[in-house]
């Protein structure tokens, strides 16, 4: 028996998973509109998609219905922050009982770092990098300072006993 006979008679008819894209134009801010586009498979036209950001619903598009494909447009606030979008749709089967398809595989929306964070951050490493160093080496010379006091004292000890070690020569004489 072919495959389509089977699942009509086993009551429901598996839909396909639509296939979803970033459409021109690509952000490059978070202030940038996203456009994602969700497309069913031929023999779907003027389904009801759903676009997810994660698990969560975000727009809710009907085809016209003599088409394909929905293009969401997400302008602004939480939903163009970014992340990871999937997409299906629904149609109405056999007996009008609604049926939906398999997500869609993910989309991954993500925005480049501005230049001037990187410039700002590395400068403001740059800055308690110098600040450490020179803390490091204000303790370094702090301890490195010479106290003449116990120069002195090694000097007499050892003058005392250089002058012992003569005195016991002269005594072997």
């Not at 494909?69 to 009008?96: I, K, M, P, Q």
Request: glycine share 8%; net charge negative; charged share 15%.
């Amino acid at each position: 028996m072919p495959w389509t006979v089977l699942l009509f008679a086993a009551g429901s008819m598996a839909i396909p998973a639509p296939s979803i894209l970033l459409a021109p134009p690509h952000p490059s801010s978070q202030e940038d509109p996203i456009y994602i586009e969700c497309t069913a498979p031929q023999g779907f036209p003027g389904a009801n998609f759903t676009l997810y950001q994660g698990e969560k619903v975000v727009q809710l598009l009907q085809a016209p219905a003599d088409q394909l494909r929905v293009t969401f447009n997400l302008s602004g606030g939480w939903e163009a922050a970014g992340g990871t979008f999937h997409c299906r749709y629904g149609v109405l089967g056999e007996h009008r009982q609604p049926q939906l398809s398999d997500l869609s595989e993910p989309v991954h929306v993500s925005f480049p770092v501005p230049t001037w964070i990187l410039a700002l951050s590395v400068s403001l490493v740059g800055a308690l990098l110098l600040a450490g160093l020179v803390t490091v080496a204000v303790v370094i010379r702090k301890d490195m300072s010479f106290d003449n006091s116990l120069f002195a004292i090694s000097t007499e000890i050892q003058g005392i006993s250089e002058m012992s070690n003569k005195q016991d020569v002269a005594a072997d004489d």
